[in-house]
């Protein structure tokens, strides 16, 4: 474990690691067909501003970060539990699982 | 940058888990077998995980293994063995406005670039602080403290996704 003032890298380094992840998941939700891998991209994007709100949190010497953190995956838990469950209701009800076919609402 | 140098083992382990976690996000993005897509979509987490214990964050290093892995990860790996696969492995992956997307996602990561060369020179701060060595039992004591009424708020947050979730799976509502 690093010292005291040590942090085991500067804080750049997990800003850009994170913009990085976020880049990556912003290009999945856009360009991916399949509603699936979409809502994976959304949990990667969850998942790298947590790596900011870590690398803050063990900055400034507090879990206020942390605890942040814990919210935002009880919240990724709870929206990939029920998003999970329209897009099985709406395999079920229209055979697919493909953005660009869930047009009813589309006239 | 700040202060004191940290061991070169700890950056080597950072730049292992970063393309590890980088890597395997491009990776999830652009395969077309949706299992191999969540494959490494865990692998992502884990080496974020990996990054938690680096920063000295247990509690959610364990949050993040425990929960995301072992529980979102395996509902959603259960959700696409739902719907069918084979059928979907001979379409078309990327939608028609992938080019337009693909700009706009650069122009993004461009702006967030800018805007972190610009505030660069506000982040070096000097030294960071010194760490509770006891993580997880500060992560307790501030979470049944001073986040009380969030931590309630989260809670109900969970029941109604539950009834959610099994009303939406249900057959007939």
Known sequence: ???????????????????????????????????????????????????????????WGSVDGQIFAIFIITDAAAEAAVAL??????????????????????? | ?????????TSVLFYIFALMAVASA???????NIIHSAVFLITTLLATAGIF?????????VVQIILYVG????????????????VS???????????????LAFVLTAQLLIAFWVGRSS??????????PKNTEAVGQALFQRYMLPFEIASILLLVAMIGAVVMAKRRV
């Open chain 1, 1 to 59: 474990m690093p010292g005291a003032g040590v942090l085991p890298m500067p804080v750049d380094n997990y800003l850009l690691l994170s913009l990085a992840l976020f880049a990556v998941g912003v290009v999945g939700v856009l360009t991916r067909r399949n509603v699936i891998v979409m809502l994976m991209s959304i949990e990667l994007i969850l998942n790298a501003v947590n790596i900011n709100l870590v690398a803050f949190s063990r900055y």
């Open chain 1, 85 to 107: 469950g329209i897009i099985l209701a709406f395999f079920r009800n229209r055979e697919t699982v493909l953005a660009d076919e869930m047009d009813m609402l589309k006239w």
């Open chain 2, 1 to 9: 940058m700040t202060g004191s140098a940290a061991s070169p083992i």
């Open chain 2, 26 to 32: 491009v990776l999830m993005v652009t395969r077309r």
């Open chain 2, 53 to 61: 214990l680096q920063l000295e964050a247990e509690f959610l290093f």
């Open chain 2, 71 to 86: 529980g979102i990860m395996v509902l959603f790996v259960f959700v696409i063995m739902l719907v069918n696969l084979d």
């Open chain 2, 89 to 103: 492995l001979h379409l078309i992956q990327f939608n028609r406005q992938k080019y337009v997307a693909g700009v």
């Open chain 2, 123 to 132: 982040l070096n701060l000097g030294d960071a602080r010194a760490m509770d």
